[in-house]
């Protein structure tokens, strides 16, 4: 049997401020870097050993993945840094409080951005110019994402690069964001849209899928749940 392990960072500052942060950087907060030390010593107690560490190139993810991989001793394991696991991109919503746009467009409204799977937030008028998407086709870069524009970027990174280790017998651990863990459940659990709408993923806990030898979920559990 072959473990694939979900989780999303610590907290983050845009967390704790209740913000769309989407692809802007932040840092996590003390609560976020403890909460990662808190994982590291879930882990300990699985029976797992990755092959390969996956996350996104945003400083929350990363700094998440790290504190891990340094309190289980996995320094030494590749870390591979994806665009494709960046969080979804909510666009012009991004460092606006969460209760704020309910107060302004009403609480149906933001209900949609943020759960329906086909809903585009509103856009940003032109997209980031950053050094880490630089040599990104411009058509890559989001102006806003619904959810299912997110799945259509992280599962060919999911099927690409994650899948054919995992079909090898190797154990695999992403460290990645809140809706692109979610995509990666939909996936991995056949949900459809509806079914998706009520899951969430929380800070640090990390969801733990066993396959068989065909990549058929055996079991799962959620560590600290």
């Known amino acids: 049997m072959v473990k694939l392990v979900l989780i999303r960072h610590g907290e983050s500052t845009a967390n704790a401020d209740d913000t769309y942060t989407g692809w802007s950087d932040v840092q996590l907060t003390n609560r976020g870097i403890a909460q990662a030390h808190a994982t590291a010593d879930l882990l300990a107690d699985l029976t797992f050993a990755p092959t390969t560490v996956h996350t996104s190139v945003l ?20 870390l591979l840094k994806s665009w494709r696991l960046n969080e979804r991109h909510y666009g012009a919503l991004r460092g606006h409080n969460k209760q704020q746009t ?3 467009f009403g609480a149906h409204q933001v ?3 943020r759960r329906d799977f086909w809903t585009v937030p509103p856009l940003l008028a032109a997209p980031d110019h950053d050094r880490r998407y630089a040599k990104l086709d411009p058509r890559c870069l989001p102006l806003g994402e619904s959810l299912a524009m997110a799945s259509a970027r992280v599962l060919p990174y999911y099927q690409d690069v994650v899948v054919p280790e995992l079909l090898q017998g190797h154990d695999q651990l992403i460290v990645a964001h809140g809706s692109t863990l979610r995509v990666l459940l939909k996936y991995i659990e056949q949900l459809s849209p509806h079914q998706l709408d009520g899951v969430e993923v929380a800070n640090g806990e990390p969801i733990v899928y066993e396959f068989d030898a065909h990549l058929q979920v055996t079991e799962k559990i959620v560590l600290g749940e």
Not at 62 to 67: E, F, N, P, Q, R
């Open 111 to 113: 209900a949609l951005w």
């Open 59 to 78: 400083v929350r993810a990363i700094k998440t993945a790290l504190i891990i991989c340094a309190d289980r001793d996995w320094l030494a394991l590749p």
């Open 102 to 104: 309910r107060l302004e």
